[in-house]
């Protein structure tokens, strides 16, 4: 799958501006548990062109897909990291959401790649919580993608940056998006790129902001310094009107199928 860019998406009615991609934001986890195989299945059925996903490391190095650091939704006190894979398969993760998702299995990241790898583009945000931890993981889920040979249709997406380094250095050509909640210097046009986003400069990278966030000029000052703009989370009308007039490369929703709806409403033309 090829990368995305303003160049190869479809024009978005009303605007100058290129259609965003439509991301589900941890699956379609306004209808079904987040992070699970039925919240992903659910957001490829309503048209999601991309699925976002949180990753964790267990207390035995494996990478699973989880959001929290504490399983509190979950009934338990501990956290994350401290649950070994077998433990983590004996969990149920949907019965919190609904009666009707009980029994849903934790994923690992090379599951997520078998059976999602290649029918949408996989955005793997990583979750170490703690920087060594958030190395680890990075090498790990950037040596998994390698090997199953999905580098081409995954980005790599972290808040803190050190990590979206160690991942452009055990894979060579990743794809790195920059998860933001504070604008930084180089978006205000007040001071480089951080190195480890120039580690790839050859390659596709995103700044993934808030939208609280997102204003033209931001927009404008990444595609200056070659980025992309992604948007999280969008999950009403007039903040998605707000977004595609700033001209965002990616709209990630809790809800991909309205989503779709409103963007192809507006392509029509419709009010």
């Known amino acids: 799958m ?103 299995r934790v994923l690992t990241l090379e599951e997520v790649l078998e059976r999602w790898g290649g029918r949408c583009q996989l955005l793997l945000e990583l979750k170490g919580r703690e920087p060594e931890r958030e190395a680890r993981l990075a090498r790990q889920a950037a040596q998994l993608v390698t090997a199953g040979g999905w580098l081409e249709s995954v980005w790599f997406l972290c808040f803190r940056a050190a990590a979206l380094g160690e991942t452009a250095q055990a894979a060579h050509g990743a794809r790195l998006a920059w998860n933001l909640e504070h604008p930084p210097d180089a978006l205000e046009g007040k001071g480089p790129l951080p190195p480890e986003l120039r580690v790839s400069s050859a390659f596709p990278w995103a700044f993934s902001l808030d939208t609280s966030l997102v204003t033209p000029a931001r927009v404008q000052t990444a595609r200056n310094l070659g980025g992309q703009v992604w948007a999280w989370v969008c999950n009403d009308a007039p903040t998605l009107d707000r977004l595609l007039a700033a001209g965002v490369d990616a709209v990630m929703s809790d809800n991909p199928g309205w989503l779709g709806e409103e963007l192809d409403r507006r392509e029509g033309g419709q009010p």
């Open 2 to 104: 090829s990368p995305v860019s303003p160049s190869t998406k479809s024009p978005s009615a009303g605007s100058s501006h290129s259609r965003p991609l439509r991301v589900a934001h941890r699956g379609a986890s306004a209808e079904a548990p987040e992070n699970t195989a039925v919240a992903f299945d659910l957001a490829l059925k309503q048209g999601a062109q991309a699925i976002e996903m949180d990753l964790q490391l267990t207390a035995d190095e494996r990478v699973i897909v989880f959001h929290d650091r504490v399983l509190t939704k979950l009934g338990l006190p501990q956290q994350a990291h401290e649950l070994t894979l077998a433990e983590w398969q004996a969990l149920d993760l949907g019965g919190w959401f609904h009666p009707r998702f009980a029994g849903e």
